[in-house]
Protein backbone atom coordinates (compact mmCIF):
# COMPACT_ATOMS: atom_id res chain seq x y z
CA UNK A 1 0.00 0.00 0.00
CA UNK A 2 1.27 3.25 -1.05
CA UNK A 3 2.66 5.73 2.11
CA UNK A 4 0.43 8.98 2.91
CA UNK A 5 4.24 10.44 3.09
CA UNK A 6 5.06 9.98 -0.25
CA UNK A 7 1.57 11.26 -1.35
CA UNK A 8 1.92 14.31 0.31
CA UNK A 9 5.86 14.57 -1.54
CA UNK A 10 3.94 13.84 -4.40
CA UNK A 11 2.10 16.69 -3.86
CA UNK A 12 4.59 18.82 -2.63
CA UNK A 13 6.69 18.66 -5.67
CA UNK A 14 3.20 19.25 -8.04
CA UNK A 15 3.17 22.03 -5.60
CA UNK A 16 6.77 23.41 -6.98
CA UNK A 17 5.70 22.58 -10.80
CA UNK A 18 2.74 24.43 -10.91
CA UNK A 19 3.87 27.38 -9.12
CA UNK A 20 6.84 27.70 -11.29
CA UNK A 21 4.02 27.32 -14.33
CA UNK A 22 2.06 30.64 -12.28
CA UNK A 23 5.43 32.42 -12.31
CA UNK A 24 5.57 32.39 -15.94
CA UNK A 25 2.57 34.39 -16.20
CA UNK A 26 3.33 37.34 -13.87
CA UNK A 27 4.36 39.36 -17.11
CA UNK A 28 1.11 39.57 -18.17
CA UNK A 29 -0.06 41.21 -15.35
CA UNK A 30 -3.49 39.42 -15.49
CA UNK A 31 -5.40 39.64 -12.19
CA UNK A 32 -5.67 37.15 -9.54
CA UNK A 33 -2.28 35.52 -10.73
CA UNK A 34 -0.38 36.71 -8.06
CA UNK A 35 -2.90 35.48 -5.86
CA UNK A 36 -2.94 32.05 -7.37
CA UNK A 37 0.96 31.97 -6.85
CA UNK A 38 0.41 32.91 -2.92
CA UNK A 39 -1.88 30.03 -2.49
CA UNK A 40 0.22 27.17 -4.27
CA UNK A 41 3.02 28.61 -1.95
CA UNK A 42 1.40 28.71 1.26
CA UNK A 43 -0.04 25.41 0.20
CA UNK A 44 3.57 23.60 -0.44
CA UNK A 45 4.22 24.37 3.17
CA UNK A 46 1.41 23.45 4.61
CA UNK A 47 2.38 19.52 2.90
CA UNK A 48 6.15 19.84 4.69
CA UNK A 49 4.44 20.59 7.60
CA UNK A 50 1.55 17.78 7.60
CA UNK A 51 4.09 15.40 6.29
CA UNK A 52 6.24 16.12 9.57
CA UNK A 53 3.79 14.70 12.04
CA UNK A 54 5.43 12.94 14.44
CA UNK A 55 8.78 14.26 14.47
CA UNK A 56 7.83 17.95 14.97
CA UNK A 57 5.65 19.91 17.45
CA UNK A 58 1.36 19.52 16.93
CA UNK A 59 1.51 23.64 17.09
CA UNK A 60 3.27 23.11 13.88
CA UNK A 61 2.54 19.03 11.98
CA UNK A 62 -1.12 20.24 13.27
CA UNK A 63 -2.29 23.28 14.02
CA UNK A 64 -0.21 25.73 11.67
CA UNK A 65 -0.27 22.94 8.81
CA UNK A 66 -4.29 23.08 8.92
CA UNK A 67 -4.41 27.15 8.90
CA UNK A 68 -2.02 27.34 6.21
CA UNK A 69 -4.58 24.90 4.14
CA UNK A 70 -7.12 27.44 4.68
CA UNK A 71 -5.29 30.72 4.17
CA UNK A 72 -4.36 28.60 0.87
CA UNK A 73 -7.85 28.37 -0.17
CA UNK A 74 -8.88 31.45 0.93
CA UNK A 75 -5.93 32.86 -1.84
CA UNK A 76 -7.20 30.68 -4.50
CA UNK A 77 -10.62 32.53 -3.76
CA UNK A 78 -9.67 35.69 -3.77
CA UNK A 79 -7.57 35.17 -6.86
CA UNK A 80 -11.06 34.05 -8.75
CA UNK A 81 -12.52 37.15 -7.44
CA UNK A 82 -9.86 39.41 -8.59
CA UNK A 83 -9.34 37.49 -12.10
CA UNK A 84 -12.92 38.32 -12.95
CA UNK A 85 -12.66 41.94 -11.55
CA UNK A 86 -15.32 41.27 -8.49
CA UNK A 87 -15.82 42.14 -4.95
CA UNK A 88 -13.37 40.92 -2.61
CA UNK A 89 -14.00 38.17 -0.59
CA UNK A 90 -16.94 38.64 1.98
CA UNK A 91 -16.51 38.60 5.97
CA UNK A 92 -18.06 35.04 6.12
CA UNK A 93 -14.65 33.52 4.23
CA UNK A 94 -12.55 34.95 6.97
CA UNK A 95 -14.68 34.06 9.98
CA UNK A 96 -14.26 30.74 8.61
CA UNK A 97 -10.67 31.15 8.87
CA UNK A 98 -10.46 32.15 12.21
CA UNK A 99 -13.14 29.58 13.09
CA UNK A 100 -10.75 26.77 11.62
CA UNK A 101 -8.38 28.59 13.91
CA UNK A 102 -10.26 27.95 17.19
CA UNK A 103 -11.49 24.71 16.18
CA UNK A 104 -8.14 23.57 15.63
CA UNK A 105 -6.85 24.52 19.19
CA UNK A 106 -9.87 23.44 20.71
CA UNK A 107 -9.83 19.51 19.25
CA UNK A 108 -6.13 19.91 19.30
CA UNK A 109 -4.91 20.86 22.99
CA UNK A 110 -8.55 21.24 24.73
CA UNK A 111 -10.39 18.21 23.91
CA UNK A 112 -8.45 16.53 21.24
CA UNK A 113 -10.37 14.87 18.76
CA UNK A 114 -8.66 13.89 15.25
CA UNK A 115 -12.35 12.99 13.52
CA UNK A 116 -13.76 16.24 14.48
CA UNK A 117 -10.56 18.00 13.40
CA UNK A 118 -10.83 16.32 9.77
CA UNK A 119 -14.35 17.11 9.71
CA UNK A 120 -14.11 20.79 10.15
CA UNK A 121 -11.00 20.84 7.75
CA UNK A 122 -13.65 18.76 5.16
CA UNK A 123 -16.81 21.24 5.81
CA UNK A 124 -14.65 24.32 5.44
CA UNK A 125 -13.11 22.66 1.73
CA UNK A 126 -16.30 22.13 0.78
CA UNK A 127 -17.43 25.75 1.56
CA UNK A 128 -14.03 27.17 -0.57
CA UNK A 129 -14.69 24.67 -3.75
CA UNK A 130 -18.62 25.68 -3.71
CA UNK A 131 -17.54 29.66 -4.40
CA UNK A 132 -14.76 29.02 -6.39
CA UNK A 133 -17.56 26.56 -8.78
CA UNK A 134 -20.34 30.03 -7.95
CA UNK A 135 -18.05 32.41 -8.71
CA UNK A 136 -16.65 30.92 -12.22
CA UNK A 137 -20.17 30.16 -13.48
CA UNK A 138 -21.27 34.08 -12.61
CA UNK A 139 -18.22 35.19 -14.66
CA UNK A 140 -18.18 32.51 -17.59
CA UNK A 141 -18.07 34.69 -20.92
CA UNK A 142 -21.62 33.68 -22.71
CA UNK A 143 -20.65 35.01 -25.95
CA UNK A 144 -17.63 32.98 -26.40
CA UNK A 145 -15.64 29.54 -25.53
CA UNK A 146 -15.89 29.11 -21.76
CA UNK A 147 -14.04 25.47 -21.88
CA UNK A 148 -11.39 26.88 -18.75
CA UNK A 149 -14.35 28.09 -16.38
CA UNK A 150 -16.03 24.81 -16.87
CA UNK A 151 -12.94 23.35 -16.06
CA UNK A 152 -12.11 25.07 -12.91
CA UNK A 153 -16.07 24.68 -12.04
CA UNK A 154 -16.02 20.44 -12.64
CA UNK A 155 -13.06 20.41 -10.79
CA UNK A 156 -14.03 22.50 -7.71
CA UNK A 157 -17.53 20.26 -7.58
CA UNK A 158 -15.86 17.27 -7.69
CA UNK A 159 -13.47 18.90 -4.81
CA UNK A 160 -17.05 19.33 -2.75
CA UNK A 161 -18.09 15.68 -3.31
CA UNK A 162 -14.80 14.11 -2.21
CA UNK A 163 -14.71 16.76 0.86
CA UNK A 164 -18.94 16.10 1.43
CA UNK A 165 -17.69 12.36 1.46
CA UNK A 166 -14.64 12.62 3.52
CA UNK A 167 -16.23 14.93 6.47
CA UNK A 168 -19.19 13.13 6.67
CA UNK A 169 -17.85 9.64 7.39
CA UNK A 170 -15.11 11.52 9.87
CA UNK A 171 -18.10 13.26 11.29
CA UNK A 172 -20.42 10.47 11.83
CA UNK A 173 -17.78 7.88 13.12
CA UNK A 174 -17.23 5.68 10.18
CA UNK A 175 -13.73 6.25 9.77
CA UNK A 176 -11.75 4.34 12.65
CA UNK A 177 -8.45 6.60 12.24
CA UNK A 178 -6.25 8.38 14.72
CA UNK A 179 -3.56 10.31 12.37
CA UNK A 180 -3.73 11.72 9.14
CA UNK A 181 -0.85 9.49 8.12
CA UNK A 182 -2.42 6.29 8.74
CA UNK A 183 -1.75 3.80 5.38
CA UNK A 184 -5.03 2.98 5.50
CA UNK A 185 -7.08 2.20 2.05
CA UNK A 186 -9.85 5.13 2.70
CA UNK A 187 -7.07 7.60 3.72
CA UNK A 188 -5.27 7.02 0.83
CA UNK A 189 -8.48 7.83 -1.17
CA UNK A 190 -8.61 10.83 0.54
CA UNK A 191 -4.96 12.03 0.63
CA UNK A 192 -5.65 10.81 -3.45
CA UNK A 193 -8.29 14.17 -3.28
CA UNK A 194 -6.07 16.65 -2.03
CA UNK A 195 -2.86 15.24 -4.05
CA UNK A 196 -4.91 16.05 -6.99
CA UNK A 197 -7.04 19.19 -5.73
CA UNK A 198 -3.77 21.30 -6.12
CA UNK A 199 -2.82 20.58 -9.60
CA UNK A 200 -6.00 20.69 -11.12
CA UNK A 201 -7.01 24.16 -9.57
CA UNK A 202 -3.59 25.71 -10.48
CA UNK A 203 -3.82 23.98 -14.53
CA UNK A 204 -7.06 25.67 -14.34
CA UNK A 205 -5.76 28.76 -13.24
CA UNK A 206 -3.21 28.33 -15.90
CA UNK A 207 -6.10 28.06 -18.48
CA UNK A 208 -7.91 30.76 -17.13
CA UNK A 209 -4.95 32.98 -17.18
CA UNK A 210 -3.91 31.96 -20.96
CA UNK A 211 -7.79 32.31 -21.93
CA UNK A 212 -7.26 36.33 -20.44
CA UNK A 213 -4.15 36.37 -23.02
CA UNK A 214 -5.77 35.39 -25.69
CA UNK A 215 -8.84 37.92 -25.26
CA UNK A 216 -6.37 40.56 -25.05
CA UNK A 217 -4.68 39.47 -27.84
CA UNK A 218 -8.00 39.13 -29.90
CA UNK A 219 -8.84 42.54 -28.48
CA UNK A 220 -5.64 44.05 -29.80
CA UNK A 221 -6.04 42.70 -33.59
CA UNK A 222 -9.87 43.28 -33.77
CA UNK A 223 -10.11 46.94 -31.62
CA UNK A 224 -8.25 50.10 -32.68
CA UNK A 225 -6.39 51.43 -29.73
CA UNK A 226 -6.94 54.91 -30.04
CA UNK A 227 -10.68 55.13 -30.53
CA UNK A 228 -11.99 51.88 -29.32
CA UNK A 229 -13.87 51.37 -33.02
CA UNK A 230 -12.67 48.16 -34.53
CA UNK A 231 -9.89 48.05 -36.56
CA UNK A 232 -8.92 48.02 -40.08
CA UNK A 233 -8.68 44.17 -40.28
CA UNK A 234 -11.67 43.52 -37.82
CA UNK A 235 -13.89 45.76 -40.27
CA UNK A 236 -12.96 44.84 -43.64
CA UNK A 237 -13.16 40.72 -42.31
CA UNK A 238 -16.76 41.59 -40.96
CA UNK A 239 -17.95 43.80 -43.50
CA UNK A 240 -17.02 40.70 -46.04
CA UNK A 241 -19.09 38.72 -44.53
CA UNK A 242 -22.36 41.08 -44.29
CA UNK A 243 -21.42 41.68 -47.97
CA UNK A 244 -21.46 38.03 -48.55
CA UNK A 245 -24.71 37.62 -46.66
CA UNK A 246 -26.54 40.40 -48.80
CA UNK A 247 -25.45 38.34 -51.98
CA UNK A 248 -26.55 35.10 -50.73
CA UNK A 249 -30.36 37.17 -49.46
CA UNK A 250 -30.66 39.37 -52.37
CA UNK A 251 -30.73 42.34 -49.87
CA UNK A 252 -29.36 45.71 -49.79
CA UNK A 253 -26.18 46.37 -48.50
CA UNK A 254 -24.67 50.06 -48.74
CA UNK A 255 -20.77 50.71 -47.46
CA UNK A 256 -19.98 54.78 -46.97
CA UNK A 257 -16.28 55.93 -46.51
CA UNK A 258 -16.30 59.21 -43.91
CA UNK A 259 -13.03 61.17 -43.89
CA UNK A 260 -13.00 64.12 -40.81
CA UNK A 261 -12.55 67.20 -43.23
CA UNK A 262 -9.52 69.48 -42.20
CA UNK A 263 -8.13 67.33 -39.81
CA UNK A 264 -4.28 67.88 -40.70
CA UNK A 265 -5.12 71.37 -39.61
CA UNK A 266 -6.53 70.49 -36.54
CA UNK A 267 -3.68 68.81 -35.26
CA UNK A 268 -1.32 71.74 -36.70
CA UNK A 269 -3.55 74.24 -34.96
CA UNK A 270 -4.01 72.52 -31.51
CA UNK A 271 -1.54 69.62 -31.83
CA UNK A 272 -2.00 65.74 -32.00
CA UNK A 273 -3.12 65.06 -28.24
CA UNK A 274 -6.41 67.18 -29.76
CA UNK A 275 -6.52 65.41 -33.17
CA UNK A 276 -6.35 62.19 -30.97
CA UNK A 277 -9.20 63.37 -28.97
CA UNK A 278 -11.26 64.34 -32.03
CA UNK A 279 -11.07 61.15 -33.14
CA UNK A 280 -11.84 59.49 -30.16
CA UNK A 281 -14.96 62.27 -30.11
CA UNK A 282 -16.27 61.35 -33.45
CA UNK A 283 -16.04 57.14 -32.94
CA UNK A 284 -18.22 58.10 -29.60
CA UNK A 285 -20.77 60.22 -31.65
CA UNK A 286 -20.85 58.07 -34.39
CA UNK A 287 -21.07 54.90 -32.59
CA UNK A 288 -23.77 56.47 -30.83
CA UNK A 289 -26.09 58.06 -33.64
CA UNK A 290 -26.04 55.03 -35.75
CA UNK A 291 -28.52 52.27 -36.08
CA UNK A 292 -27.75 49.36 -34.26
CA UNK A 293 -27.43 47.08 -36.94
CA UNK A 294 -24.95 49.56 -38.84
CA UNK A 295 -21.17 48.64 -38.50
CA UNK A 296 -18.51 51.12 -38.14
CA UNK A 297 -14.69 50.78 -37.70
CA UNK A 298 -11.75 52.54 -38.54
CA UNK A 299 -9.72 52.16 -41.79
CA UNK A 300 -6.54 54.34 -40.69
CA UNK A 301 -5.82 57.58 -39.70
CA UNK A 302 -8.81 60.25 -40.29
CA UNK A 303 -10.67 57.98 -42.01
CA UNK A 304 -13.68 55.58 -41.10
CA UNK A 305 -16.28 52.57 -43.10
CA UNK A 306 -19.96 52.54 -42.29
CA UNK A 307 -21.54 49.46 -43.06
CA UNK A 308 -25.41 49.89 -43.31
CA UNK A 309 -27.05 46.18 -43.86
CA UNK A 310 -30.26 46.10 -45.88
CA UNK A 311 -30.49 49.35 -46.56
CA UNK A 312 -30.53 50.96 -49.98
CA UNK A 313 -28.35 53.79 -51.30
CA UNK A 314 -31.00 56.48 -50.62
CA UNK A 315 -31.50 55.09 -47.47
CA UNK A 316 -27.92 55.39 -46.50
CA UNK A 317 -27.73 58.77 -47.98
CA UNK A 318 -30.40 59.89 -45.35
CA UNK A 319 -28.31 58.09 -42.36
CA UNK A 320 -25.51 59.73 -43.23
CA UNK A 321 -26.82 63.06 -43.94
CA UNK A 322 -28.64 62.75 -40.68
CA UNK A 323 -25.50 62.06 -38.82
CA UNK A 324 -23.85 65.34 -40.19
CA UNK A 325 -26.74 67.42 -39.05
CA UNK A 326 -26.42 66.13 -35.58
CA UNK A 327 -22.81 66.94 -35.45
CA UNK A 328 -23.37 70.13 -36.33
CA UNK A 329 -26.20 70.85 -34.48
CA UNK A 330 -23.31 70.70 -31.70
CA UNK A 331 -22.20 73.90 -30.22
CA UNK A 332 -18.81 73.47 -29.44
CA UNK A 333 -17.86 69.05 -30.00
CA UNK A 334 -14.71 69.38 -27.54
CA UNK A 335 -13.36 71.86 -25.10
CA UNK A 336 -11.23 74.40 -27.10
CA UNK A 337 -11.81 73.32 -30.60
CA UNK A 338 -14.44 74.85 -33.05
CA UNK A 339 -17.03 72.62 -34.48
CA UNK A 340 -15.31 70.15 -37.20
CA UNK A 341 -17.15 68.33 -40.13
CA UNK A 342 -16.83 65.17 -42.00
CA UNK A 343 -17.21 64.20 -45.78
CA UNK A 344 -18.78 60.79 -46.95
CA UNK A 345 -18.64 58.76 -50.25
CA UNK A 346 -21.45 56.05 -50.00
CA UNK A 347 -22.48 53.35 -52.55
CA UNK A 348 -24.98 50.50 -52.89
CA UNK A 349 -24.01 46.78 -53.43
CA UNK A 350 -24.19 46.07 -57.36
CA UNK A 351 -24.47 41.75 -58.07
CA UNK A 352 -21.24 40.32 -58.61
CA UNK A 353 -19.16 43.15 -56.60
CA UNK A 354 -16.03 42.56 -54.61
CA UNK A 355 -15.48 44.48 -51.02
CA UNK A 356 -12.92 46.39 -53.36
CA UNK A 357 -14.72 47.25 -55.86
CA UNK A 358 -17.59 48.89 -53.89
CA UNK A 359 -15.02 50.40 -51.56
CA UNK A 360 -13.12 51.71 -54.55
CA UNK A 361 -16.90 53.60 -55.92
CA UNK A 362 -17.50 54.79 -52.17
CA UNK A 363 -13.84 56.10 -52.18
CA UNK A 364 -13.54 57.57 -55.30
CA UNK A 365 -17.36 59.35 -53.91
CA UNK A 366 -15.70 60.71 -51.21
CA UNK A 367 -12.78 62.25 -52.84
CA UNK A 368 -15.27 64.43 -55.20
CA UNK A 369 -17.25 65.17 -51.83
CA UNK A 370 -13.81 66.70 -50.71
CA UNK A 371 -13.38 67.95 -54.10
CA UNK A 372 -16.58 69.98 -53.74
CA UNK A 373 -16.33 71.69 -50.82
CA UNK A 374 -16.49 69.23 -47.82
CA UNK A 375 -19.22 68.51 -45.62
CA UNK A 376 -21.46 66.94 -47.47
CA UNK A 377 -22.18 63.41 -48.52
CA UNK A 378 -21.88 62.13 -52.13
CA UNK A 379 -23.14 58.87 -53.29
CA UNK A 380 -21.72 57.01 -56.47
CA UNK A 381 -24.13 55.75 -59.09
CA UNK A 382 -23.87 54.36 -62.65
CA UNK A 383 -24.71 56.41 -65.55
CA UNK A 384 -28.26 56.47 -65.99
CA UNK A 385 -28.98 56.31 -62.31
CA UNK A 386 -30.27 59.34 -60.49
CA UNK A 387 -29.98 59.55 -56.74
CA UNK A 388 -30.29 62.83 -54.45
CA UNK A 389 -27.50 63.38 -51.58
CA UNK A 390 -27.81 66.30 -49.11
CA UNK A 391 -28.40 69.38 -51.58
CA UNK A 392 -25.36 71.39 -50.05
CA UNK A 393 -24.05 73.88 -53.50
CA UNK A 394 -21.56 72.73 -55.95
CA UNK A 395 -23.15 69.27 -56.48
CA UNK A 396 -26.21 67.17 -56.68
CA UNK A 397 -24.84 64.88 -54.15
CA UNK A 398 -24.23 61.79 -56.96
CA UNK A 399 -21.68 61.10 -59.44
CA UNK A 400 -21.53 58.58 -62.03
CA UNK A 401 -19.22 55.96 -61.87
CA UNK A 402 -18.66 53.10 -64.50
CA UNK A 403 -17.41 49.71 -63.63
CA UNK A 404 -14.88 50.16 -67.07
CA UNK A 405 -13.44 53.15 -64.79
CA UNK A 406 -13.23 51.05 -61.41
CA UNK A 407 -9.87 49.98 -60.37
CA UNK A 408 -9.30 46.15 -60.29
CA UNK A 409 -10.32 44.29 -57.30
Same mark, same amino acid.
Given at each position: ?164 ? +? ?44 ? +? ?88 ? &? &? ?10 ? &?????? &? ?51 ? +? ?35
Amino acid at each position: MLNPVSLLFVTALSGVMATAMLCSLLRAAIPGVAWWIAANAVAIVAVVCVAGQGHIAPWISIVLANLLVSVALLFMLDGCHRFLGRRRLLADVYLGVAGTLAGLIYWTYVSPDFAARVAMMSAFNLYIYAQVAWVMWRGRPLKRSAYSYYFLIVSSVLFCIGHLA +RGAMYGFGQMDQHSLLQATPLNIAFLAIGILALPCMTIGSVMLAHD +RMATRLETLANIDDLTGSLARRAFLARAQAALSTAARAQRPLSLAIIDIDRFKSINDTHGHAVGDSVLRHFTAFVESHLRPDDLFGRLGG &E &EFGVICPATDLR &EAVAVL &ERLQEQLSALEQPLPGVAAYTFSVGVDEYRGGDTLSVLMARADAALYVAKASG +RNRVIAAMPSGDRCAGNDRPLDSGVINLNREDMPAA
